[in-house]
C-alpha cells in the first residue's frame, strides 16, 4: 500500500477532514489534499506527526512494503505503533523514490561544489618576477630566522 493510500485510509479511519488534519499539522488543506494523491510528499517533520497523531510508525507510513493491517481505529495518541504485516505490492515505486533521492543528493552536491568556489586566476606570474608587478625586489631566498 503507498503513501497516499494510506494517509487518506487513517484519516478516514479517525474521521478526520483534510481540513482538521491540515490545522493539527499547522499546513493547507491543498497540501494535505496533495499527500492523499501522491502529488506532494509530506516532510520528515508532518511524517512524524502523523505517526504520533494515528498510533503508527513511520516506517509503516512510507514502506510500501508494510500494511496497514491491524492499525486501532480509534485516535489516541499514547497508542503503539501499529504490527506492520508485509505487503508484495510497491517495490519498483520504493526503488524508484530511492534512485531518485540518489540523483538529488548528487545534483545538490553536484551545485554546492562548483558554484562558489575560489576563482583560480588565469595568468600566474613566476616568484622571480612579482617585483615588477607588487614594486619592490623580492629575494629567491629568504631565512625565517
Do not use: C
Not at 491543498?30 to 498510533?55: C, D, H, R
Not at 523514490?97 to 540518489?102: E, L, P, S, T
Request: net charge negative; no cysteine; proline share 5%.
Amino acid at each position: 500500500m503507498e503513501l497516499q493510500e494510506k494517509l487518506s485510509t487513517l484519516r478516514k479511519q479517525h474521521k478526520i477532514t483534510q481540513m482538521e488534519l491540515a490545522d493539527k499539522l499547522g499546513v493547507t488543506r491543498q497540501a494535505v489534499s496533495k499527500w492523499e494523491q501522491g502529488t506532494a510528499f509530506p516532510s520528515t517533520e508532518n511524517l512524524i506527526q502523523l505517526g504520533k497523531l494515528y498510533g503508527v510508525s513511520i516506517e509503516v507510513l512510507t514502506n510500501p512494503e508494510l500494511t496497514l493491517d491491524g492499525v486501532a481505529q480509534q485516535k489516541t495518541d499514547s497508542t503503539p505503533p501499529a504490527e506492520a504485516k508485509p505487503n508484495t505490492s510497491g517495490t519498483k515505486r520504493l526503488i524508484a523514490v530511492a534512485a531518485a533521492g540518489i540523483l538529488l543528493g548528487g545534483l545538490i552536491v553536484g551545485m554546492v561544489a562548483f558554484s562558489g568556489g575560489t576563482k583560480v586566476p588565469e595568468e600566474t606570474t613566476p616568484i622571480k618576477d612579482l617585483d615588477k608587478e607588487v614594486g619592490f625586489i623580492v629575494d629567491e631566498e629568504f631565512s625565517m630566522d
